[in-house]
């Protein structure tokens, strides 16, 4: 079964920097993508990034960009989220998930096609 495991998370001031840590596991091949996702208090979820496990190809929410890096360790299993210059509005809860159709659905930050869902690390951006 596959499991997804966030860490990472917690206060910094804005301007810094933090790294989130996906922890995943259970996947029988490497045709998945990795998506890290957000919700504010009284907001939608939305996705903010997301990472082919095979190739490395990424992409990125116009929000982020420029500022938020994906990558991945396959030794370790890991999908990182590097957030620099942050701001008080990305404060949320952020979620990892597995999107199992990929390469045949392309990188997307479409909610509804992801598989499975981490249980979410808080970031909080405040001085």
């Known amino acids: 079964e596959v499991q997804l495991v966030e860490s990472g998370g917690g206060l910094v001031q804005p301007g810094g920097s933090l790294r989130l840590s996906c922890a995943a596991s259970?996947?029988?091949?490497?045709?998945?993508?990795i998506g890290w996702f957000r919700q504010a208090p009284g907001k939608e979820r939305e996705g903010v990034s997301c990472?082919?496990?095979?190739?490395?190809?990424?992409y990125y929410a116009d929000s982020v960009k420029g500022r938020f890096i994906i990558s991945n360790d396959n030794a370790k299993n890991t999908v990182y989220l590097q957030m620099n210059s942050l701001k008080p509005e990305d404060t949320a809860i952020y979620y990892c998930a597995a999107e199992l159709d990929y390469p045949l659905v392309p990188l997307t930050l479409i909610e509804r096609l992801y598989d499975y869902w981490g249980q979410g690390t808080q970031v909080t951006v405040s001085s």
């Open positions: 990472i082919s496990w095979s190739d490395g190809s990424t």
């Open positions: 259970g996947f029988t091949s490497d045709d998945y993508a």
